[in-house]
């Protein structure tokens, strides 16, 4: 059984840019969600796919957008970086209608915009 | 507005000591509360989750209590461990149609177990 991991583990980007962050899902899992996590913060959920669609967000702009694919990995890509985007984004899968399945979490993505 | 807070927001305990983490939430349609520990540059990992019928959950050393009424919670660490140290998060999730939720998450009881 693999676990979550995502990469890269850490990424300099300059205000303005794109990225895009990835996240390969615990085999067997159908759902991922992700997270920013300011220092010294609690994760903040950002949006949750299943089967390929979004299914749920949190308080985050459009610029915040993701895919989701058939094999269950997914992509987080954020549009005109801003230097409050800096962050660990986090990456957790799940088996969704399992109301006690954990999440399982990566260990994330450290990004830093200048 | 969904929240989640959590108290205290650090603690120094000595090795072997108990302690207990408190976690109050208004978050509804309420589904679960989580327990994570999360390391230093690691991502969390899950401890406990409870659902609205479950009052009580343990894991080793780890115990949870859930009161739907008052809406809190609590984490109970016995014996505390030097690797006890890290921050414990509670996330609570509502949950809107049969697949589509919304975790909300504390910012964490920052742990430090000492000799």
Redesign the interface.
């Known amino acids: 059984e693999t676990g979550v991991t995502q990469s890269p583990t850490h990424l300099i980007k300059t205000r303005g840019q794109q990225v895009t962050l990835r996240c390969s899902s615990q085999s067997g899992h159908n759902t991922v969600s992700w997270y920013q996590q300011a220092l010294g913060q609690g994760p903040q959920f950002i949006f949750q796919y299943y089967r390929e669609e979004e299914n749920g967000r949190g308080n985050f702009p459009p610029r915040f957008s993701g895919l989701q694919f058939p094999n269950y990995s997914s992509e987080l890509n954020v549009n005109a970086l801003e230097l409050d985007d800096s962050a660990l984004y986090l990456c957790a899968s799940s088996l969704i209608g399992s109301i006690n399945s954990p999440l399982h979490f990566g260990n994330g993505t450290r990004l830093t915009v200048t | 507005k969904n929240q989640?807070e959590q108290s205290p927001q650090s603690l120094i305990i000595l090795e072997g000591k108990n302690c207990t983490l408190q976690c109050n939430y208004t978050v509804s349609p309420f589904?679960?509360l989580?327990w994570?520990k999360q390391d230093t540059?690691?991502?969390?990992?899950?401890l406990t989750?409870m659902?609205f019928s479950e009052n009580t959950k343990s894991n080793g050393r780890y115990t949870a209590t859930l009161d739907a009424d008052t809406k809190q919670s609590s984490l109970h660490i016995t014996a505390s461990q030097l690797s006890d140290s890290a921050s414990y998060?509670c996330v609570v999730t509502a949950t809107?149609t049969g697949?589509?939720?919304?975790?909300?998450?504390?910012?964490?009881t920052r742990l430090q177990v000492t000799l």
């Open positions: 989640v589904s679960n989580r994570y540059g690691r991502g969390p990992v899950s989750i659902t998060i809107y697949t589509a939720s919304k975790l909300t998450f504390g910012t964490g």
